[in-house]
């Protein structure tokens, strides 16, 4: 599947900016199996940027902004090829217990190496309350697949989506005791589970096509940025995603931009300005299947 993805990112701010320094992490990170066709960025005001490598699997654009500013309009576009397969569980998948012993017996430390994401991260700290809801889902002697897939459907059913219910910056634990978020809460909860059961798991930054009821129109700029889990399955199956928000393996429905340990370490904006200054966030995102779907 082919995809035209438009992200449009509008900040106001109350008062003059002086200077604007900022991360975008907007450019798709390279992975098997999906392909950037095409991708531009826009800025304005101008921005000076150059590209690096991010710690995890994040590139960044670092931009400058020296002009004073009143508002901050970031724009991405980018066409993508996904020739991903949903996985499914199977008879003879790894186990949790074979996979905790393979990561930890694993010696590398290259980007995607398990040992970089087996730990506490700064959003994900250890919570035996989370620990212990998941645990049931995750038996060691359990396919990895299918108890990955059980526990996205456990958290789908048990938690309800409300963008009201969480902030960018609400931990972990409140999201779990409110039982209620938004995809990176499920995601970060996911992720404390599996993490618990000495499974190297991963934050996935992200877009999802999404496809409209019958005979309703798709929406432009309706479509969200998401989040979801990528486990570290052994070496013959590599890293495989599941969404908690959806209930899901994931498919070549889902674009992957970034990967990191938790929200912190990908998300699409970060930086420093130079004014003391309120300001208002609108963000428009496009998923445009071009293939006939």
């Given at each position: ?227 979801w889990v990528m ?54 995102v496009d998923v ?6």
């Amino acid at each position: 599947m082919i995809y035209d993805v438009s992200h449009k990112t509008t900040i106001n701010y109350d008062g003059i900016v002086r200077l604007a320094e900022f991360n975008l992490r907007m450019r798709p990170a390279e992975w098997p199996d999906q392909q950037v066709i095409s991708q531009n960025l826009g800025i304005t005001p101008p921005a000076r940027t150059f590209n690096r490598e991010g710690a995890y699997l994040a590139p960044i654009t670092r931009a400058r902004i020296d002009t004073p500013l009143r508002e901050l309009v970031i724009s991405k576009h980018f066409r993508i090829k996904i020739e991903r397969f949903a996985p499914e569980p199977r008879a003879d998948d790894p186990t949790i217990g074979e996979i905790r012993e393979s990561a930890l017996a694993h010696q590398g430390l290259e980007v995607l190496a398990p040992a970089n994401y087996l730990y506490p991260s700064p959003r994900v700290p250890l919570d035996p309350a989370i620990a212990e809801w998941c645990a049931p889902d995750l038996a060691v002697g359990r396919g990895v697949v299918e108890a990955g897939l059980a526990l996205a459907q456990r958290i789908k059913k048990s938690f309800d989506y409300d963008d009201k219910a969480t902030e960018a910056d609400t931990p972990v634990n409140e999201a779990f005791a409110a039982k209620a978020g938004v995809c990176q809460d499920f995601a970060h909860i996911m992720l404390a589970g599996l993490r618990a059961a000495g499974l190297p798991a991963a934050y996935i930054s992200g877009y999802l096509r999404t496809i409209p009821p019958p005979g309703k129109a798709r929406l432009v700029g309706a479509d969200a940025t998401h989040a979801w889990v990528m486990v570290w399955c052994g070496e013959t199956l590599g890293w495989l995603g599941f969404d908690p928000t959806n209930g899901c393996t994931v498919g070549d429905g889902h674009i992957l931009v970034a990967l990191g340990r938790d929200y912190g370490d990908v998300s699409p904006i970060d930086g420093v300005l130079l004014g003391l200054t309120g300001q208002k966030l609108k963000v428009a995102v496009d998923v445009v299947p071009v293939d006939p779907v």
